[in-house]
């Protein structure tokens, strides 16, 4: 009787949740983001992917917060100082005028990087042709104690990224 209750109280609640008919439409924005933030890799196995990439995240000063090889899943996080110059002249233009505007103070700076394998014509994985997609958010902590949450998508940032991959891929491959 109680997984009949439970059974129909959870049907009554996923019922009441409706989600807009375009949720899961790519847009071509969004389809542009993911092509800048994926690139193929071919000629190295899933696992020394991964290595390279961690290599890479590590030596741009952040610190690995998980990783499970077995589904290509990496993520990082480094913190740095947020403040800017036009910030903190704004705020002290305000002060002057008797208002309060609260500045940036720190900040961090997350990486998740998903490593798959390219798919064969039959379906099956590649074992030495892979993907690689790294998503970057900002989270800015205010002195109001207030944060700002923002995607980043600079396409430099990721070609510079990708740059750097591609060198330790081929230093992976070289066993140096």
Do not use: W
Request: one cysteine or more; proline letters at 4%; a positive charge.
């Amino acid at each position: 009787m109680r997984r009949l209750a439970a059974s129909v109280a959870l049907v009554a609640t996923a019922g009441c949740v409706t989600l807009p008919p375009d949720t899961f439409v790519l847009t071509p924005e969004l389809l542009k983001q993911r092509q800048i933030e994926t690139r193929k890799y071919s000629g190295i196995q899933e696992r020394e992917l991964l290595i390279a990439c961690s290599n890479v995240l590590q030596d741009l000063g952040f610190n690995l917060e998980n990783s499970e090889v077995r589904l290509g899943v990496l993520t990082a996080s480094k913190q740095r100082d947020a403040v800017q110059a036009g910030e903190v002249a704004l705020a002290i233009a305000m002060a002057l005028l008797g208002a309060s505007t609260p500045i940036s103070k720190d900040q961090t700076i997350r990486v998740s990087l998903v490593v798959r394998p390219v798919r064969m014509s039959d379906g099956s994985p590649s074992q030495k042709e892979h993907f690689v997609r790294i998503t970057v958010q900002r989270i800015v902590r205010r002195t109001d104690n207030s944060i700002i949450a923002q995607g980043l998508n600079d396409p430099e940032l990721f070609r510079q990224f990708f740059e750097r991959v591609s060198k330790s891929v081929f230093l992976e491959a070289q066993n140096l």
